[in-house]
């Protein structure tokens, strides 16, 4: 069994040789760690020193529109995250996104046809996710369509953040989740 730095090694070697040549952009010294899933990588572009973990799930879905997803440099992401696109989401650099969250700019309307499984509807909606500087995401968190969050702002483990703009230094708990305060940002 390989250890972590041979893995990581090894997921280096596929960006510079798959990945820079199937993302819109793949920066330097960027990994992904064995993924579950990824669509649309040609809407997709990741900066540098970018350090994805295992399990990513990740999907730029090119329906009536062209998405645009990107993530920053030095950003971190842990194990098992899900990231869908089908309008615009971006994370910004130097952001660390903790194990098992959800960050998606789109949902599945529960209010559609009669017969059509709700998992297969898509909302129609253009939508956008804003994840700003140097934001931590805490573990099973949530970031949903039209979130905008400033620089630097926390959420805390399990929070849900729905629509709205959260300011620069925002810590959000709960869900869903309201401004517990502001740092110093």
Not at 105 to 118: A, L, R, V
Request: proline share 4%.
């Amino acid at each position: 069994m390989m250890g972590y730095r041979s893995r990581k090694a090894v997921a280096k070697l596929v960006g510079i040789l798959w990945h820079r040549h199937r993302f819109l952009a793949f920066g330097r010294g960027s990994f992904i760690l064995n993924p579950i899933g990824i669509v649309g990588e040609k809407y997709i572009a990741i900066g540098s020193n970018v350090r994805i973990r295992d399990h990513l799930r990740i999907e730029a879905l090119d329906a009536k529109r062209k998405p645009t997803l990107s993530i920053g440099n030095n950003t971190n992401i842990e194990q098992n995250v899900h990231i869908i696109c089908s309008s615009q989401l971006q994370i910004g650099k130097d952001c660390s996104i903790t194990a098992n969250c959800c960050i998606t700019d789109t949902s599945h309307p529960f209010d559609g046809p009669d017969g059509t499984k709700i998992g297969d509807r898509l909302n129609d909606e253009p939508a956008e996710v804003i994840i700003g500087d140097g934001c931590f995401i805490g573990v099973a968190a949530s970031i949903l369509p039209n979130a905008r969050l400033g620089k630097r702002c926390i959420v805390g483990s399990h929070a849900v953040v729905v629509a709205g703009y959260y300011p620069d230094g925002s810590v959000l708990v709960g869900s869903p989740a309201r401004i517990l305060r502001r740092t110093g940002a």
